[in-house]
């Protein structure tokens, strides 16, 4: 089993910014796509970013611009960083990503524990 650790969201003021990391620990075989997602109260959660293991990226139109997604394969990190964050952005931040492990020839989900990220006005 595997869980992704999240960090780095935060307090921050309408216009700032902040970056979030997440962490894919344990005994991994390789990992394929790695995404970022959110959810606001009383809101379904909505991706917000994703990169291929490939380096490709698909960002939706809310957050382009904005919001930039990378990865360091050597690390089994990856990265949100966020500029002009407007207080829409507040939310409970979820990593993502594909994963097959030492354990299992099988691919396979993985969540992180979520960062909370609230934007003042």
């Known amino acids: 089993q595997v869980q992704l650790v999240a960090s780095g969201g935060g307090l921050v003021q309408a216009g700032g910014s902040l970056r979030l990391s997440c962490v894919a620990p344990?005994?991994?075989?390789?990992?394929?796509?790695m995404g970022w997602y959110r959810q606001g109260p009383g809101k379904q959660r909505d991706l917000v970013a994703v990169?291929?293991?490939?380096?490709?990226?698909d960002i939706p139109d809310s957050v382009k611009g904005r919001f930039t997604i990378s990865r360091d394969n050597a690390k089994n990190t990856s990265y949100l960083q966020m500029d002009g964050l407007k207080a829409e952005d507040t939310a409970v931040y979820y990593c993502?990503?594909?994963?097959?492990?030492?354990?299992?020839?099988?691919?396979?989900?993985?969540w992180g524990q979520g960062t909370q990220v609230t934007v003042s006005s």
């Open positions: 990169i291929s293991n490939g380096g490709g990226t």
């Open positions: 993502n990503a594909v994963i097959v492990t030492m354990m299992s020839p099988y691919v396979n989900d993985y």
């Open positions: 344990g005994r991994i075989s390789s990992i394929h796509a």
